[in-house]
């Protein structure tokens, strides 16, 4: 199949030039079973990973009707000298401290085994708790952060501090007023306590309180769910819907009722930490594709059709393919033609869990199939969550109807788990209603286009500034590199220094050497919020010199490309 | 006002020296500890230097016969 759709030309229609200007033949596709492949804009360096799909024939058949720009620039080889050498230096110190320790020179604050249980098999030792003992804690201060006011574009924090460096903190009693905010998940920003959606979940906890004090099954089940359900499944395009109060449960407690063992499940590297659970506790067998990697996918469901299951060779009974919309620590967006394109040809079944994408991609927000614009009938399983982009909580499945009415009754979490608490049902119908426009007003689209225009000012800026920012140009998730321990520390503490509200990951969450801050662009975001977080950013970035980026580009968005440049290129 | 600058140059190179060293992380003791490890190590080498460079060199040209 791929050397057939290699060698076909543009299909006759109209071919929408790639926006750098590359010309469609040259792009290395010599190899043929790519439909990836390497494009190499001038201002590139070969090494990096940028990704250009043009709409042409060279892509699989035009599957793509707007360029696919994602970049993952590569770490800078003294940086991660640097950060080796920073980490084996904290490592020593481990050891030092934790000899301390050991020998009572030094007060252990940590969980230790008792006296009486010094023979036994040691508890502690492993990495995991080393690392917890002497890394975590030395820069704790920088998560957990108590808020005391709504998460919005800005929000309040509780001051407090630590005398004895991050095992104990103390509350000063003062109030951190006014951070900006740009760490929460508040896409479309709805996490608000004015307005209309606040209103009408006020309205409905008078009238039906706030527990509900059953599961769906027994007496949960409120005309409030209902509803809720119906306009789920109409926003989403299919044809039932079903929610479930936690959005991780969603994914952890259903995927184990789709398949079972005999079944395959096909994981994206980067697949969040509730797909995972879920692909274990189901029992089958799992096999992991490079992130986002489609001649990864193909060869994976091409080896499972052709050799079956592993020692009998029987052909599997299910192979479903789980993926996510947008990848919360990549910020890179699913390439989702293409997996319903090999979804269909080999005939495996697709779960899309579109926790971070739904409402914040689309032109209309409904998500990365809208993104795209795909008939939403090709995903078989559509998962999200509420917590991001609607300021509910909780998560939905979406689907044929035969295939809610046996999630119905087969999944643990509609069979044991208490029902979602009415104010939050409100929230969701309000903030539905909002997005679709069936409240009468506008207000949902605009919400949904200042979102992109604020994700593509700020993914901009950043990049001209030199910072090494991952992701799809599209994505409201900008995960920018620091990569060395102390950094991921400092840069936390410097911005709340400034008054902004920043989420710093390292490891276990990442890789180890890539540590990242990720930043989450919301639609209450004003342009002077984001020119004022940016300029922040900019001084900081300087502070502590994480301006990583080795190509500076020019702050230019409308340069005319002169095409005759790469007539001159020698591939 | 020019001794300012330069104690601000320094502050910020002696920042980025303990940014990349992992030592913004540790205690002050820590620091102290690793800092005098290290001034002695390269004190110790800049020493070992000083000391026997020109022998080191009269040997280089004695070996290409430059000089008796």
């Known amino acids: ?32 079973h790519h439909h990836n492949h390497h494009q190499q804009p001038m201002y590139c360096y070969p090494e990096d990973k940028v990704q250009h799909t043009a709409c042409n024939g060279s892509s699989g058949l035009g599957l793509y009707s707007r360029p696919f720009i994602e970049s993952f620039e590569e770490t800078p080889m003294l940086v991660a000298v640097l950060t080796y050498m920073g980490y084996g230096i904290l490592t020593i110190f481990g050891y030092l401290r934790d000899f301390l320790r050991d020998w009572k020179i030094e007060r252990c604050h940590i969980a230790r085994e008792r006296e009486e249980q010094k023979d036994f098999v040691p508890l502690y030792q492993d990495f995991e708790n080393f690392y917890t003992r002497n890394l975590y804690m030395r820069i704790r201060d920088s998560w957990n952060r108590p808020i005391c006011s ?6 309040d924090l509780v001051e407090r501090v630590s005398h004895d460096y991050n095992w104990t903190f103390d509350y000063t009693g003062r109030v951190v007023e006014g951070v900006i905010n740009m760490g929460s998940y508040n896409y479309l920003g709805f996490a608000e306590n004015t307005g209309y959606c606040a209103d009408a979940s006020a309205e409905v906890t008078m009238k039906y309180g706030v527990g509900v004090a059953s599961t769906r099954q027994e007496m949960g089940n409120l005309d409030r769910h209902e509803e809720m ?11 039932s819907a079903m929610a479930f109060g936690m959005g991780f ?26 797909l995972v659970l879920g692909a274990r506790l189901s029992g089958s067998t799992i096999r992991v594709f490079k992130h986002n990697n489609m001649q990864s996918l193909e060869k994976m469901l091409r080896d499972a059709i052709v050799h079956g299951q592993p020692r009998t060779h029987r052909p599997w009974k299910k192979i479903l393919i789980l993926v996510e919309g947008i990848y919360s620590m990549e910020g890179s967006i699913v390439r989702l033609p293409e997996v319903i394109a090999l979804k269909k040809r080999y005939r495996a079944y697709l779960y899309l869990d579109e926790a971070h994408s739904i409402g914040a ?22 998962m999200g969550t509420f917590t991001k982009s609607f300021g509910a909580a909780g998560g939905y499945i979406g689907g044929r109807r035969e295939l809610m009415e046996y999630l119905r009754s087969h999944s643990h979490s509609a069979v044991y788990a208490a029902s979602m608490s009415p104010p939050v049902v409100e929230q969701i119908i309000a903030s539905m209603k909002c997005i679709m426009g069936e409240d009468g007003t506008t207000l949902g689209l605009d919400r949904v286009q200042q979102l992109a225009e604020n994700t593509l000012y700020f993914r901009r800026r950043m990049t001209e500034m030199g910072f090494i920012i991952y992701g799809n140009n599209d994505s409201p998730v900008v995960p920018m590199m620091l990569y060395m321990p102390a950094k991921i520390g400092a840069f936390g503490r410097e911005m709340l220094k400034r008054n902004i509200g920043v989420v710093v990951v390292g490891f276990p969450a990442t890789p180890i050497i890539e540590s990242r801050a990720r930043f989450c662009i ?39 490309v002169d095409h005759s440049i790469y007539d001159q290129i020698q591939d | 006002m020019a001794f300012e600058d330069v104690w601000k140059k320094i502050s910020w190179l002696y920042y980025q020296y303990i940014l990349v060293t992992a030592l913004y992380m540790l205690e002050p003791w820590e620091r102290a ?36």
Do not use: W
Not at chain 1, 150 to 155: E, Q, W
Not at chain 2, 50 to 59: D, G, R, S
């Open chain 1, 361 to 382: 991609l689309g032109p209309g927000g409904r998500g990365v199939v809208d993104y795209f614009g795909l008939d939403p009938r090709d995903v078989d399983v559509m």
């Open chain 1, 249 to 274: 449960a969603t994914n952890s407690m259903n995927i184990p009722a789709l398949t079972g063992k005999g079944c395959l499940i096909l994981s994206d590297e980067l697949n969040h930490a509730s």
């Open chain 1, 1 to 32: 199949m791929t050397e057939s759709s290699a060698n076909k030309p543009a299909n006759g229609e109209v071919c929408h030039r790639a926006k750098n200007g590359v010309k469609p033949g040259r792009n290395g596709f010599v190899k043929n």
């Open chain 2, 33 to 68: 500890i690793f800092n005098s490890i290290l001034v002695s190590v390269a004190g110790m080498a800049v020493y070992t230097g000083y000391v026997f460079m020109p022998q080191h060199i009269m040997a280089i040209l004695h070996y290409f016969e430059m000089v008796q």
């Open chain 1, 150 to 155: 709504v998460p919005g574009a800005k929000v």
């Open chain 1, 229 to 239: 359900e119906e306009l789920v499944a109409k926003f989403l395009g299919v044809e």
């Open chain 1, 522 to 560: 919301s639609a209450a975001h004003t342009k002077d919020m984001l020119d004022t977080a940016l300029s922040v950013i900019s001084e900081v970035g300087d502070l502590l010199q994480v301006k990583y980026s080795r190509h500076r580009r020019l702050p230019s968005m409308d340069r005319v």
